[in-house]
């Protein structure tokens, strides 16, 4: 009796390829991905075996006992092999079946499950190993029967009852996605099985396997190692971009909870900084020169910001809002300030230098009591209200050109570390007569 071999070479071919699908692109390494890889290889193995022993029996000569020793050989080798991956699929719909949220017991159960399908497969093995195949004629040697075979039948049987008992344990704890390929499976075993049953020519068996692995292909999560690679590239871009409109506290609290906020704040300090005759400017060499050479002064600002303890808090036209001790709280924030304040004035004197510019600054300080947060519902920006906030303006605008102009409260909470020169009172809306100090 000869038998149709087609299947099995249309088998080899179409697995051949999607492993070369599969392996072309780095794949993410995830349990269920992993044991994938397996599975792939053992089919292929599977379907080169099976052709093997078909074409070494109806090739059989009477007599020639090396063929029938080969044959022998390559038969135990095909059982082994599916008692393999039966193995591998049982340790596949383990994975697979593994909540989001494993707990203790769960992982527990799931090494469990491993071990107990290990050893298994290793008693199966001992038995197809330790007894010989049996044959009825040259046309039924493809289909051996006695213990090797039945251990075959019988692991492929309690594996489909497992698989199912994990499919329908788990139905509404993981995704349908996950299940499909489990109850391919089973669906591909006994479909194949009962086809071949009838008609024994058609070796289907092998492509009932390379099936199966198709739909697990398109059934993992996330296999495109490039299309994770991207997805993180455009997390990170997103990332970055908020923590480049708020400060890294009130991002990773807006990302968990995108809703409005604002709290009271003590020991906040807060500097303006503004360009000197900003308009003349414009209009002596030109709006889009002048917003050039803002850009680059507040560019070289932020970079010099990354070096204290500051959050940049926005920009106002030619004015640049930077505060300390908040949204993260700290002691000694006003010092901070006012030492960063120091700083920028010697950066402008390079950036004059450099530039070839004359460009002045004036900056205010003040210290007290803020609400900070975020409101609104749309273009979210962390922002500072208050009466200590409304004065370091007003501070900055009362000031001298290069000089830092401060607050009698940082006065007194900076003490006798700087030396001041007091500025004439000044009768502010709002605030009424008002001393301010210059640092010197």
């Known amino acids: 009796?000869?038998?149709?071999?087609?299947?099995?070479?249309?088998?080899?071919?179409?697995?051949?390829?999607?492993?070369?699908?599969?392996?072309?692109?780095?794949?993410?390494?995830?349990?269920?991905?992993?044991?994938?890889?397996?599975?792939?290889?053992?089919?292929?193995?599977?379907l080169i075996l099976d052709v093997a022993s078909v074409i070494t029996i109806t090739e059989v000569i009477a007599g020639n006992e090396e063929l029938v020793r080969l044959n022998n050989f390559l038969s135990k080798s095909y059982l082994i092999v599916m008692l393999a991956?039966?193995?591998t699929m049982d340790v596949y719909a383990i994975v697979n079946t593994m909540p989001a949220k494993a707990t203790t017991t769960s992982l527990t159960l799931q090494y469990v499950g491993m071990i107990i399908t290990a050893l298994v497969f290793i008693v199966a093995c001992g038995f197809v190993i330790a007894n010989p195949l049996l044959y009825s004629g040259v046309g039924k040697w493809?289909?051996?029967?006695?213990?090797?075979?039945?251990?075959?039948?019988?692991?492929?049987?309690?594996?489909?009852?497992?698989?199912?008992?994990?499919?329908?344990?788990?139905?509404?704890?993981?995704?349908?996605?996950?299940?499909?390929p489990i109850i391919t499976f089973c669906v591909m075993e006994g479909t194949v099985a009962l086809i071949q049953m009838f008609?024994?020519?058609?070796?289907?068996?092998?492509?009932?396997?390379?099936?199966?692995?198709?739909?697990?292909?398109?059934?993992?999560?996330?296999?495109?190692?490039?299309?994770?690679?991207?997805?993180?590239?455009?997390?990170?871009?997103?990332?970055?971009?908020?923590?480049n409109i708020l400060p890294l506290s009130i991002a990773n609290k807006l990302e968990y909870n995108?809703?409005?906020?604002?709290?009271?704040?003590?020991?906040?300090?807060?500097?303006?900084?503004?360009?000197?005759?900003?308009?003349?400017?414009?209009?002596?060499?030109?709006?889009?020169?002048?917003?050039?050479?803002?850009?680059e002064f507040f560019g070289e600002l932020d970079d010099l910001l990354s070096n204290f303890?500051?959050?940049?808090?926005?920009?106002?036209?030619?004015?640049?809002?930077?505060?300390?001790?908040?949204?993260?709280?700290y002691a000694e924030n006003c010092l901070e300030t006012v030492k960063l304040a120091l700083q920028i004035l010697r950066l402008l004197n390079?950036?004059?230098r450099r530039k070839k510019i004359d460009l002045h600054i004036r900056i205010g300080i003040n210290n007290g009591r803020v609400i900070?947060?975020?409101?609104?519902?749309?273009?979210?920006?962390?922002?500072?209200?208050?009466?200590?906030?409304?004065?370091?303006?007003?501070?900055?605008?009362?000031?001298?050109?290069?000089?830092?102009n401060v607050s009698e409260r940082v006065k007194y909470m900076l003490g006798d570390q700087f030396d001041y020169e007091p500025m004439p009172v000044v009768d502010i809306k709002g605030f009424g007569k008002i001393s301010t100090y210059l640092l010197v």
């Open 85 to 87: 991956y039966i193995g």
């Open 372 to 404: 900070a947060g975020v409101i609104g519902k749309k273009k979210f920006i962390y922002d500072l209200w208050g009466d200590t906030v409304n004065l370091a303006s007003r501070l900055e605008s009362y000031g001298v050109p290069d000089r830092i």
């Open 1 to 46: 009796m000869n038998y149709n071999i087609e299947f099995q070479i249309a088998s080899i071919i179409f697995e051949i390829t999607l492993m070369i699908v599969f392996f072309s692109k780095k794949r993410w390494a995830s349990p269920a991905n992993v044991v994938y890889r397996v599975l792939m290889i053992l089919t292929l193995i599977t």
């Open 199 to 243: 008609n024994k020519h058609l070796l289907i068996i092998g492509l009932g396997i390379a099936v199966s692995s198709l739909i697990m292909y398109f059934a993992l999560e996330n296999p495109d190692m490039n299309m994770i690679d991207e997805l993180n590239k455009s997390n990170k871009r997103s990332r970055d971009l908020l923590l």
């Open 142 to 180: 493809i289909y051996s029967y006695g213990i090797p075979s039945n251990t075959v039948y019988v692991m492929s049987t309690v594996s489909v009852i497992f698989v199912l008992v994990l499919f329908f344990c788990n139905l509404k704890k993981v995704s349908i996605k996950r299940l499909v």
């Open 350 to 352: 390079d950036f004059n």
């Open 258 to 295: 995108a809703k409005p906020f604002f709290e009271e704040v003590n020991n906040v300090s807060i500097m303006f900084i503004d360009i000197v005759n900003f308009t003349k400017m414009c209009s002596e060499i030109g709006g889009t020169t002048m917003v050039k050479i803002l850009n």
């Open 309 to 329: 303890k500051v959050e940049k808090i926005k920009t106002i036209g030619d004015a640049y809002m930077i505060a300390a001790g908040v949204p993260d709280i």
